[in-house]
């Protein structure tokens, strides 16, 4: 089987964005939604990717105003997330099996539960709704959205965006909830995950997501009511070790007699692409 590395072009408030895509394996089609964050991208699910192209034609995407390509200044909203992914569902692929990551997971419910089946079978990898933020201040604070938009400042803006993806700052988040092992960022995965943040026009949604811009709901109800909405066939995996407060939300979600959980044995948010042979293991009993 070979790797196929492709982009596609997206338009949005007039400007043209171009988004990675990696496809690769036979089977069924099955897509994968990287989680919203500085440091995200589709090549997180490389590993697991690779694993699941063995029974399936799988097809990774980039966010807009995510992922490693240049990506233009624009004011990244819910709305425009929305609209590309039903963009995603109608041109791009039809999906038998969605895996989608993180804040990701909000909108593919969401999308399920106004268009039922549109994702085919829906496996939500550490679902999350509220940005870090207000997910570590229990509360969104109008200020919030006033930072979110300083960043678009040409100078201004991008120290502030510095300050949030500087080294320090990285290896701290990336052990405290990310990752178990706090050897797995090794220097080299470091590097890699620093030129993400550095790409043209990185800091505009990255920020965003930050503050809690990208939230599609207000709060947990709302949260809930799309997954009650979003059809009988969902399964929810998290990591045992997942932060408190992140897996409380989606113990809540999975509660949901339309929902199904399971809870692996090591991991915290990003298990799957720390334990791929576990993510990819369960992914397939589903």
């Known amino acids: 089987m070979v790797w196929i590395e492709d982009r596609i072009e997206w338009q949005v408030d007039g400007k043209s964005v171009t988004i ?15 989680a919203f964050s500085s440091i995200s991208t589709r090549e997180e699910m490389r590993p697991l990717q690779e694993l ?12 807009p105003g995510f992922g490693d390509l240049p990506r233009p200044t624009v004011n990244w909203r819910p709305d ?15 999906p038998d099996v969605t895996v989608a990551a993180g ?17 085919g079978r829906l496996v939500l990898l550490s679902p999350t709704w509220r940005g870090p ?24 803006g991008a120290a502030l965006y510095r300050l949030n993806v500087n080294g320090l700052v990285i ?6 909830h990310v990752y178990s092992n706090p050897d797995w960022l090794t220097p080299e995965r470091t590097a890699t995950k620093r030129l ?4 043209v026009g990185a800091r505009h949604a990255s920020f965003r997501f930050v503050a809690g811009e990208l939230d599609l709901f207000s709060d947990q109800q709302a949260f809930l009511e799309a997954g009650r909405r979003a059809g009988s066939d969902i399964r929810v995996l998290y990591g045992r070790e997942a932060p408190p407060k992140s897996k409380a939300e989606m113990l809540a979600l999975a509660e949901l007699p339309n929902v199904k959980r399971v809870e692996l044995p090591r991991g915290k948010l990003s298990f799957y692409e720390e334990f791929p042979d576990d993510a990819a293991a369960a992914i397939a009993a589903s």
């Open 133 to 156: 933020l207000p997910t570590m201040m229990k509360r969104r604070l109008k200020a919030f959205g006033a930072v979110a938009k300083a960043v678009d400042l040409p100078l201004a």
């Open 20 to 34: 990675g895509v990696t496809r690769f394996g036979t089977g069924p089609c099955l897509l994968l939604l990287p």
């Open 80 to 94: 425009l997330y929305r609209a590309f992914l039903r963009f995603v569902l109608a041109d791009v692929v039809r």
């Open 52 to 63: 699941l192209g063995q029974s399936f034609s799988t097809l990774a995407i980039d966010w």
């Open 171 to 176: 290896g701290m988040m990336a052990r405290a």
């Open 103 to 119: 804040h990701a997971a909000s909108y593919a419910l969401t999308e399920a539960a106004e268009h039922p089946a549109s994702l």
């Open 196 to 199: 993400v943040t550095e790409a």
